[in-house]
């Protein structure tokens, strides 16, 4: 039997996530953070300051017990991951307007017939 692999965080998860732990805690506001004056009110102009992953991490507020239940890590398919495996697909993780351009990207770099290793599926 084969173990489970990591449950990837969905939008649905990543918010639950965010609207149970994070929200209100001025740890992790956003990255870029707007500078407002009367000015740049006046002007729609927004100016943004960097913050540094160190600021962020300065003083985080974490809440004060674990926000979540084994249910919100559950997967839409429970089966052993086995299976999934068991036999070879092939998988589109891009639409066809960009299969087309790295087609024809990689038709100016490999000859026909030669084998090319995709490590990143």
């Known amino acids: 039997m084969m173990s489970r692999t990591p449950v990837l965080f969905s939008r649905a998860l990543t918010a ?9 805690s001025a740890a992790f506001s956003p990255v870029f953070r707007p500078k407002h004056d009367v000015a740049s009110y006046a002007s729609s102009s927004v100016r943004l300051q960097m913050v540094t992953a160190e600021q962020v991490l300065a003083n985080p507020k974490w809440p004060p017990a674990w926000p979540f239940t084994d249910a919100d890590f559950s997967r839409q398919d429970e089966t052993d991951d086995g299976y999934f ?10 639409d066809d ?11 100016q770099y490999f000859k026909d017939g030669e084998d ?6």
């Open 16 to 24: 639950a996530f965010l609207a149970k732990s994070l929200v209100g």
């Open 116 to 121: 090319v290793l995709d490590i990143c599926s």
């Open 97 to 107: 307007f960009a299969i087309s351009a790295l087609t024809e990207h990689y038709s």
């Open 85 to 94: 495996y068991q036999s070879p697909r092939l998988v589109h993780h891009i």
